[in-house]
């Protein structure tokens, strides 16, 4: 299992463009993260360029009736930054984008 990744009151997942699937980005959590009161949100990081940040009370919600793994895990889930939903729940979703990304976009128009 990935070592967990907290940084102040927010834990971070790396999601590789190879876990994207028709559903959106197939991952997990650690079951301790969800537990953890003092984790105010989480962010999932895709494929290097884009971040999704979601509140980790709606992320408690969604997840309530997901599978607990032996390993510790509470998943696998999907993310989708495109529905902004997880696991097909509609979720408050913050998507950023790396500051170099939206100059592209500013100069395109």
């Known amino acids: 299992m990935a070592r967990t990744q ?6 971070y997942r790396l999601i590789h463009d190879t876990w994207e699937n028709m559903d959106g980005y197939r991952t997990d959590i650690p079951a301790s993260v969800l537990e953890n009161s003092e984790i105010k949100r989480a962010l999932f990081i895709l494929d290097g ?3 999704i940040i979601v509140s980790m009370t709606d992320l408690r919600r969604v997840l309530s009736d997901s599978p607990h793994r032996q390993n ?3 998943g696998p ?3 989708n930054p495109h529905t902004s939903t ?3 729940l509609k ?3 913050e998507i ?3 500051k170099y990304k939206i100059q592209s976009e500013e100069e395109k128009t």
Do not use: A, E, H, Q
């Open 6 to 11: 907290i940084l102040k009151d927010s834990w």
């Open 49 to 51: 360029c884009r971040g």
């Open 72 to 74: 510790g895990t509470v």
């Open 77 to 79: 889930f999907n993310v």
């Open 86 to 88: 997880i696991d097909g």
């Open 91 to 93: 979720i408050s979703m």
């Open 96 to 98: 950023k984008y790396p």
